[in-house]
């Protein structure tokens, strides 16, 4: 039951924003057709414009064809362009995705990494060095970091690719290689949050008593580590899934730094023209990653603490 019921509130969630979002850019002050056909348009071809869209019925009859055209035609027609939403989604999203997994990947591993050693260094030079690095991490503006790594790590040492991605064909290497500066512009923040939470959910682990009776009785180092880290995780799992959801955000500078085709420079370049299909398309995408995630973290944590499914 508690899990129907948190889809269910999810569900929900999604209904308030796609409304939300529609209202919002219906009520942007500057109607479509201006855009498109020109603010010295006259007005029998505005008028025509608006009645071939549906634009010249109220909002919420507007707002409910929508949502009963959503399953089967999907997210319509660009007005700038004329270009199918889904199409523009299917060229861009797979490669924001890939952006955002990756690193997602590289602030988990990193971040359980150092705040394990931090926690099991307490009060050492592990543990200082690890909190200073978290601190810089989270004081380094993105577009800033995604700068020094192109020009320190792509430019002049040519490790890697400093701007745009390889595409599949050329090899997994060489397409992964060209997202790794641009991930790792994205994870270095997270890597800095997550890590202090992974720290002092450690050391509050390792401060109770079961944990204490486990050296007593002389467990191996290993098995302690498991046990504690699997306690340590379920406010870890909260925070990273959401963290999934905002680096989205992120990505939206970072792309436009590393001159990236993805999901968030199609989402600036429609804000840029009021493409207000486009615009709700993606901002309806990023709260369905938001929203899985949320729930997806719930349903992990009630695996990992079964009272919590009580």
Do not use: K
Request: proline share 6%.
């Amino acid at each position: 039951m508690p899990v129907l019921t948190r889809l269910a509130s999810a569900l929900m969630v999604l209904f308030v924003v796609s409304a939300m979002i529609f209202a919002l850019t219906r009520l942007g002050g500057v109607s479509p057709a201006r855009l498109v056909l020109g603010a010295d348009a006259p007005a029998e071809s505005l008028a025509a414009f608006e009645a071939e869209h549906g634009l010249d019925r109220p909002i919420a009859v507007q707002y409910l064809a929508w949502l009963r055209a959503l399953p089967a035609e999907g997210f319509a027609r660009s007005y700038v362009t004329g270009q199918s939403v889904n199409q523009r989604l299917a060229e861009t999203l797979p490669l924001t995705l890939e952006l955002v997994t990756l690193a997602f990947v590289l602030a988990v591993v990193g971040s359980v990494a150092l705040g394990s050693a931090s926690a099991y260094g307490e009060n050492r030079w592990p543990d200082h060095a690890v909190r200073i690095l978290a601190m810089a991490a989270l004081s380094v503006p993105g577009f800033w970091l995604g700068l020094l790594l192109m020009r320190l790590v792509g430019v002049q040492l040519g490790w890697l690719p400093p701007v745009g991605v390889i595409p599949w064909a050329r090899g997994v290497w060489p397409h992964l290689s060209s997202l790794l500066l641009p991930a790792l512009a994205i994870a270095i923040y997270y890597i800095g949050a997550m890590s202090r939470l992974m720290r002092a959910s450690l050391i509050d682990v390792l401060g109770q008593d079961y944990t204490r009776t486990g050296v007593a009785l002389g467990l191996p180092a290993r098995t302690r580590y498991v046990y504690t880290l699997r306690n340590a995780l379920p406010p870890f799992v909260s925070m990273a899934a959401m963290s999934y959801g905002y680096m989205f955000g992120w990505a939206v500078i970072v792309e436009m730094v590393f001159n990236l085709p993805g999901l968030a420079n199609a989402l600036l370049t429609a804000i840029f023209q009021r493409d207000y299909p486009m615009i709700q398309a993606i901002v309806l995408l990023i709260t369905l990653v938001f929203v899985l995630a949320s729930t997806a973290a719930d349903l992990i944590q009630r695996a990992l603490n079964p009272r919590l499914a009580t």
